[in-house]
């Protein structure tokens, strides 16, 4: 078996590339950057969709954000060359109303990709991962490092944070075995945390009283807006929180049931990747 994995050096890609070289795969992954990618597999950099990225690959694994709006030439150009598995990471909320899926304005296509994905006529899984516990280095790293307030809109919003390495060790699995074929599988965290839950999570694990301390929607706007935020961002990532509030995110058993485990927690993440927040 042969795989090309899109988005190779990404949150969920690499381990990915890991895990199923580990299991026995060859893999091709494709990257931007050859020189910064560091993966112990063979790398190709550019089109995913060329000749010399599908020689011999018999399942595919795509990255919304890697590849863009060129989703359908890559599932032609696989079904084509002999690729017979497509495995898409998509989101939880992909079935949301655009106005409330941030990522979207970030680059990432869920739900034309895995539209796409479902219609190529080649075997498929959809990947629904729920919010990326990494997402919290991006929302308070910074004020965590600078002391012990954390300011921000909709405290109890509440969420599922999954870590990355869960998202790509079930994605190994549809890519490698046959029992999730024609599904869409929903990876979330074990735990509903609110905003402010995780941020004391945060500071249980570095030995710290963190407070969160909530603030207007329209002052957040401001904040997040003069860090370089696209307005649609940000007015797609408050309605998100704002529906969060009264419709807490739901754990799904998906993950557990695959891997034969629970997920990580949102402390594990933390723990592992504490150096984030110093």
């Known amino acids: 078996m042969m795989i090309l994995v899109t988005g190779a050096t990404g949150n969920v890609g690499r381990p990915l590339v890991e895990m199923v070289t580990a299991r026995g795969a060859e893999v091709r992954a494709v990257t931007r950057d050859r020189q910064a990618a560091g993966l112990s597999c063979e790398v190709v950099e550019g089109d995913a969709a060329s000749p010399d990225s599908l020689r011999g690959v018999t399942a595919l694994f795509v990255n919304p954000r890697a590849v863009g709006t060129e989703v359908d030439r890559l599932l032609a150009a696989a079904a084509g060359s002999g690729v017979r598995r497509v495995v898409a990471l998509s989101a939880n909320n992909v079935d949301d109303d655009f106005s409330r899926q941030p990522s979207r304005f970030r680059g990432d296509r869920n739900k034309e990709t895995e539209d796409a994905v479902i219609a190529s006529g080649l075997q498929w899984v959809s990947v629904r991962a729920s919010t990326f ?84 929607p329209e002052l957040a706007r401001k904040v997040i807006l003069g860090k370089g935020f696209s307005e649609a961002f940000v007015d797609a990532n408050l309605a998100r929180l704002a529906a969060l509030v009264d419709s807490p995110a739901v754990v799904a058993p998906d993950a557990e049931k695959i891997l034969g485990r629970p997920p990580a927690s949102f402390a594990d993440w933390v723990s592992r990747n504490e150096a984030a927040f110093r």
């Open 133 to 216: 516990a990494p997402n919290s280095v991006g929302m308070w790293g910074e004020q965590i490092r600078a002391g012990d307030v954390v300011r921000g809109p909709y405290a109890n919003a509440a969420e599922t944070p999954v870590d990355p390495r869960d998202i790509a060790a079930v994605a190994a699995v549809a890519l490698l075995e046959d029992d999730l074929l024609g599904r869409r599988v929903e990876v979330t965290g074990p735990q509903t945390l609110t905003q402010r839950e995780m941020v004391g999570v945060i500071g249980t694990v570095l030995g710290r009283q963190l407070e969160y301390v909530d603030i207007a």
